[in-house]
């Protein structure tokens, strides 16, 4: 459609032979506009769909670029789209991962936005206007479940919907994510009667790493502590559920082909003091590597305060308690993922408190409450998948489990396993089919402090002495579409 319409504006503007050229996609815009674009002028070695590198588009000579200035001019800035964030061409490759990690989501974009840069350099390209892209995803899941009472539960609708917007210009590259959610946990709770509509990430990154392999990041993002990525269809990891950070803050990164890292600091929402300075920092660094057929990421990460994690918040931020700590609590996180070969991936990752929580904060006892000590938090994820192809769809299968340890208070179970089909039923639309185990805490393990809580002050599904010691089960059907 666009192309039409900037063939008849140079038409109508006194250009028919560039008109005509158009047509035949001999020529095409400014960088960053795609106009009448050619898969084949794009090599992309990586199996990483680029809008942005698949939207460059040569400029012919002087002449030709002032007619493209012209349709810029007169339509402003023009607007594209690209393939969802860190989601691979589905016909591409058999990298299909249901739940994509947010973390390092500004270095993914810098990254992308870079080897388009790379390119415009190399053929002799002059960058002048912005690239505008838009992409998202709306999902629906449904799911049958036996809660850990006996009980049978089921829902279905609408869950999730997403709206990305980037902006690249040069050495500056702008994202923001809009989302609406409306699903709770299949078995912990009801239908949510309120939808939320809320800004999720967005952050302004500046750096060039073609230029300098250094990078900065201010605005609202998950920080560099752990992966998180997951092969689960719909369920999360609980080292996710725990331990994943979002908040405000600022991120000094170093990316090169072999090593990556980043520093960040933010103000976090948990403290031991007043709170009203920057309290929380912490460090990541990472090597990749690709010996043989083997494609390797290993990282470490520390935190100052765990307690800045989402899941410790469902209970230090409740309204019922303070988020004021006795002390804070570091972390440690290991990570890493393994690709051999063409059909085997694996994610692997660790979480643990570096020491444990002040019992006032968050208590654990194994007998019955007869003695308390203060929680330490550790949990793990271990996921495989092999990957292969139906006919031109790609399609796997996936084994998870992860567990926790004193962690009850924050209303997670012992220990979930996952086993989840998955296929793009066509492209861009990619079809789920989760089995969830939850096994939940023993009845004498109980947990005291600044614990989570339902709305009213209840005791929550996890928490519940009538549930605890026995298992839930949940099969869920999820259809995401992503554009």
């Keep these: 459609m666009l192309c039409h319409l900037a063939t008849i504006f140079l038409a109508i503007t006194g250009s028919p032979d560039l008109a005509h050229s158009l047509a035949r996609h001999e020529v095409v815009d ?11 002028d794009f090599p992309n070695d990586s199996g990483y769909p680029n809008g942005m590198l698949e939207n460059a588009q040569s400029e012919k000579d002087a002449s030709q670029d002032t007619e493209l200035q012209r349709i810029t001019d007169f339509f402003g800035t023009l607007v594209g789209t690209s393939p969802y964030p860190g989601v691979r061409s589905t016909y591409a490759g058999n990298h299909l991962m249901a739940q994509l990690s947010q973390i390092n989501q500004d270095l993914d974009l810098l990254i992308g936005h870079d080897r388009v840069e790379e390119y415009y350099k190399s053929q002799g390209y002059t960058v002048t206007n912005p690239h505008v892209m838009l992409s998202g995803k709306v999902e629906g899941t449904g799911f049958i479940a036996e809660d850990a009472s ?55 990154t500046i750096g060039d790493l073609n230029v300098f392999p250094m990078y900065t990041t201010i605005g609202q993002t998950f920080v560099p502590y752990g992966q998180y990525n997951s092969y689960n269809g719909f369920n999360d990891p609980l080292t996710e559920i725990l331990f994943r950070v979002l908040a405000q803050d600022a991120t000094i990164g170093y990316y090169d082909k072999r090593f990556l890292g980043q520093f960040f600091f933010l103000q976090g929402d948990s403290h031991a003091d007043s709170g009203n300075n920057i309290n929380n920092f912490g460090v990541n660094l990472g090597v990749h590597f ?29 309204p019922n308690n303070t988020n004021t700590l006795k002390h804070v609590v570091p972390g440690i ?41 203060g929680a330490r938090p550790l949990a793990f994820d271990v996921e495989g998948s092999y990957q292969f192809n139906i006919g031109e769809h790609p399609t796997g299968i996936s084994l ?4 926790t340890f004193e ?5 997670v179970p012992k220990w979930r396993l996952d086993l989840t089909f998955a296929t793009y039923i066509f492209k861009g639309a990619l079809l789920s089919i989760e089995y969830m185990h939850n096994k939940l805490y023993d009845k004498n393990d109980i947990a005291i402090g600044q614990v989570a809580l339902q709305p009213g002050g209840g005791v929550p599904y996890y928490r519940l002495p009538a549930h605890k010691g026995n298992s839930d089960n949940t099969l869920t059907i999820d259809l995401s579409y992503y554009w």
């Design 400 to 403: 998870g489990f992860s567990e």
């Design 30 to 40: 400014n960088p960053g506009v795609a106009l009448c674009p050619d898969p084949e």
């Design 333 to 373: 996180n290991f990570n890493g993922s393994t690709q051999i070969g063409e059909h085997v991936f694996f994610v692997y990752e660790f979480n643990s408190a570096l020491r444990p929580f002040a019992v006032q904060d968050a208590g654990f006892s194994t007998n019955g409450g007869r003695t308390f000590k």
């Design 150 to 204: 006996g009980r049978p539960r089921s829902s279905i609708g609408l869950t999730g919907a997403e709206l990305d917007i980037l902006i690249a210009y040069k050495a500056i590259t702008g994202f923001m994510v809009i989302q609406y959610q409306n699903f709770p946990n299949p078995v912990i709770n009801n239908r949510i009667t309120t939808n939320d509509l809320f800004l999720d990430v967005a952050f302004v």
């Design 290 to 318: 690709n010996p043989g057929i083997t494609k390797n990421l290993f990282q470490v990460s520390f935190i100052r305060n765990i307690a800045d994690g989402l899941g410790f918040q469902l209970g230090f931020a409740n």
């Design 407 to 411: 962690s009850l208070g924050f209303n």
